[in-house]
């Protein structure tokens, strides 16, 4: 059984960056793709961003397309999210899933 520990998460000012970690362990890491998803107040949950489990592919949202990027570390059994040009609609908790188990999720909140 997989279990997920996202952390990075915090206050920053519109503009900022902030880099999100999700540690894996229980599972072959390097067999699942990886997601982030986040949820913002009295919103649906929606996926962010994903990444095949070589790492060689991605796919964003069009709300996070060219702000942020995702990545994976097979040795390190971590997937990233960098995230630049925050703005203060990507406030939310962000959530790692992978094959549907999800992390406990880490807060980000952006200042305007």
């Known amino acids: 059984q997989v279990q997920l520990v996202e952390s990075g998460g915090g206050l920053v000012q519109a503009g900022g960056s902030l880099r999100l970690s999700c540690a894996a362990s229980g599972r072959i890491f390097s067999n699942y793709g990886m997601a982030w998803f986040r949820q913002a107040p009295g919103k649906e949950r929606e996926r962010v961003a994903a990444?095949?489990?070589?790492?060689?592919?991605?796919s964003y949202a069009d709300s996070v397309k060219g702000r942020f990027t995702i990545s994976r570390d097979n040795a390190k059994n971590t997937v990233y999210l960098q995230m630049n040009s925050l703005k203060p609609e990507d406030t939310a908790v962000y959530y790692c899933?992978?094959?549907?188990?999800w992390g406990q999720g880490t807060q980000v909140t952006v200042s305007s």
């Open positions: 899933n992978q094959d549907g188990t």
């Open positions: 990444i095949s489990w070589s790492g060689d592919m991605t």
